[in-house]
């Protein structure tokens, strides 16, 4: 998906123009009838409107994705959604049980498609939600899970984030 992405880097376009450039992108996967890139083009808009923090349009482009995913029942499509979404319900909803358990949900597909960056990326998430549970057993135990994916097939924008967020475990715990 991220080798596709007509924008490899946002921060030197700016947002607006990455959403430009994506709505070009998605509506020529429609008008070319290419499902993948059509997913894809609906996934990169929902994380430009994520970022702006418009929670709402970035969740249309989500469930505009969503329906896409589960209309091809490919496990692999189906996994990548759930994985955004339970991002997406992290930081709308105070509620870190329903985030693990749509993470969950994530690795369950992403394990069927053999996606193994999305089972680590799930993983590490899981774990940053049991920091905020307080639960840092948990939150040790899941971000183990999660490393040695996220070292062998993610990049390093994935691995610094996920040490990022495991660097506030560790503070935490140690209050």
């Known amino acids: 998906m991220m080798k596709l992405n007509p924008v490899q ?18 509506q020529n996967a429609i008008e070319t009838q290419n499902e ?3 997913l894809y083009g609906l996934i990169y ?3 430009d409107y994520f970022k702006q ?3 709402v349009t ?4 989500l469930l505009e994705a969503e329906k896409l995913a589960k209309k091809s029942e490919k496990p692999g499509w189906i996994g990548i959604v759930n994985g955004y979404r339970a991002a997406l319900t992290s930081v709308t909803e105070d509620n870190p049980d329903l985030t693990i358990k749509e ?7 992403c394990t069927k498609a053999k996606d193994s960056l999305c089972i ?12 905020h549970l307080g639960d840092y057993k948990k939150a ?10 996220l070292k062998k097939f993610g990049t390093d924008k994935n691995l610094a984030a996920a040490y990022n967020n495991y660097s506030t475990v560790l503070t935490n715990e140690l209050k």
């Open 36 to 38: 993948l890139h059509q």
């Open 120 to 131: 680590g990326e799930s993983y590490e998430q899981i774990s940053n939600e049991y920091n």
């Open 53 to 55: 923090t418009d929670f």
């Open 103 to 109: 993470f969950r949900q994530a690795i369950a597909n």
């Open 9 to 26: 880097n946002d921060n030197e376009i700016g947002t607006a123009s990455s959403i430009k450039t994506h709505d070009t992108f998605l």
């Open 45 to 47: 808009l929902h994380k």
């Open 140 to 149: 040790h135990h899941y971000f183990k899970l999660g490393l040695p994916l």
């Open 58 to 61: 970035a969740s249309k482009y």
